[in-house]
């Protein structure tokens, strides 16, 4: 049945005023809520956005360095938002947080330790692992015949300002709706073309 689902999906962006009602929106969000997570931290929270005043600023925040103004069409944006840890000391910072970037980068160590904490806390925490949650979201919806898009090159700063956010950061966008119109789904390269085995020199599985 997951086959079939990635089969039809693709990135929606127009999307039919139909609204979704709350019982498929709290399916969807379980769905997120029961991701996995590094240490089962599970730092995040998803902000469920259906005033379409507050969906217009939002795609104004998206709209910075292209133009997005389907975003405003979409009857549901989810706000993926990622903890961040206040350690002014940057000495306990790294203590505390030895981080995904010492421990996946080690030769990178000291110019890491160098980095002021506020910028090491922005792009190296916990933003990755909304990934998880955002595209268990995804294929739920995908279940109900309500298609997405993910949102990333936007102004982080400026949408969490306009949710109010605190102690959080804005990581992703995913606009949620029934699809209208065409529907295109892009072709997808061979699985061999995109693996190989057990050595990256060898062909592909």
């Known amino acids: 049945m997951l086959l079939d689902l990635l089969k039809t999906r693709y990135s929606c962006r127009n999307f039919s005023s139909k609204l979704i009602p709350k019982e ?26 259906t005033d379409a005043v507050v969906i217009k600023k939002l795609s104004q925040s998206a709209g910075i360095n292209y133009k997005q103004d389907w975003i405003a069409t979409a009857p549901l944006i989810i706000v993926l938002c990622t903890q961040l840890y206040n350690c002014p000391d940057p000495r306990e910072f790294y203590e505390k947080y030895n981080g995904v970037g010492l421990n996946r980068f080690p030769g990178k160590k000291n110019k890491i330790l160098e980095m002021d904490p506020d910028l090491y806390t922005i792009i190296n925490m916990e933003e990755h692992q909304t990934k ?5 979201m995804v294929l739920a919806a995908l279940e109900h015949g309500i298609y997405s898009t993910w949102i990333s090159s936007m102004d982080c700063e400026m949408a969490g300002e306009i949710i109010g956010i605190e102690g959080y950061l804005v990581s992703n966008l995913i606009a949620f709706g029934y699809p209208e119109g065409d529907r295109y789904v892009r072709p997808k390269k061979e699985l061999k073309d995109i693996t190989f085995t057990n050595h990256f020199t060898n062909d592909g599985f």
């Open 132 to 136: 998880i949650p955002g595209e268990h």
């Open 24 to 49: 498929v929106i709290s399916y969807i969000l379980e769905c997120g809520r029961l991701s996995a997570s590094g240490g089962n931290a599970q730092p995040w929270k998803f902000g469920v956005i």
